[in-house]
């Protein structure tokens, strides 16, 4: 009886999904859905391609979050749009939730949209948002075995950052069982190491994210 | 309905937490549910108690994970008695698992059960599991907001760690922030600094577990 109502509520929300799908193409919007551990640095990456991009696409921002509004603020610091969902206690962001806030946060047609998930590497794999690119954010801190134990994350990823490139000199951190772990689950996909504390490595993946634009 | 379907799932979890409990307590277990980011440190910190505490108390494991056996590994090359439990996706560990389990592992009268968690900073903290303790690990390189974003975890720990603290002056870390944010929500939760790589302030944690062991 639990899988049926999951079932009913995946059904609810693949239905939902495929309506924002359709508004992003319709409106030539890049709808990019980041998702990561918390502190990995998803609001630090948008920063980053904000400051890279901003002259050459509009930018909007859709901020999830279970409670505080600290990452909008950030955004909004920089005069990009931006609309905070606060899930209250919901451990990932939803197609519906997407839906009902685009509409008011005016997303540009021809532009970039990020949607920044709540701090999780679990939940958020399996709710379709309608976006066209799924990124997903490691940190070294966080190790190199991540890949092998939040599998449907890294599977599904259309892009992998792997961020605080910084600090590989202070952490054991095993980039051949990181990569190994990756190339078992998603072949292709593309991987860049940045650090957002640094910029190295941002140019290369604003040129892969340019290259996507609609 | 979606409500009164969690509410039954919520109700049959406190059922077999409080019988976990009970089972617990005849048998003088200091059960500690360990919960955190990914990455952040929950196999290291037990892997620092066992070496710290093996002579003095019998300790076994149980390990949370998605996929993969990697963590449940390392306990058992030290001889430490440990079950690993893949949850297959599911978010969190819940009281149901514990109590499958905790009757394979064997855990003797008058010792301490590591719980390791799934990496998560939501889901696990609204799942009793009949813990004795709940400790949340927080680690300096995910950034002082975790207080402010995940409040439900910080607001229901026990005992609450800072680790990785030998990489604070590579990063932005502000420690006023992080301390103030706890303390909104859990005035008088104990906080260990520590680092699991260089040793710091494992002494400091390991002498307040022993004086809180049934």
Redo the contacts between chains.
Sequence with gaps: M?IK?LKN?MYANQKLADENREFFKQKNITAINIMA????GKTSTILKVIDALRNEVSISVIEG????S?DAEKIESLGIPVIQINTG?G?HLDANMIKTVVGDLKVSENSLLFIEN??????PS?FDLGEGIKMVIA?V???H??P?????MFEGADVIILN?A??MP???FDRDSFYKGIRALNENVPVFEISC?TGEGIDELVKWLKDRLC
């Excluded at 979050?65 to 505080?68: G, P, Q, T, V």
């Excluded at 092998?148 to 449907?152: E, F, L, P, R």
Aim: aromatic share 8%; hydrophobic share 30%; glycine share 10%.
């Design positions: 639990e109502v509520i551990s918390p502190g990995a979050d279970i409670a505080s600290i206690g451990c709540v701090g999780n590497l679990v939940c399996t940190s801190p966080e190790g075995d991540k092998y134990k939040y599998i449907s605080k910084d600090l202070y952490i054991d504390r």
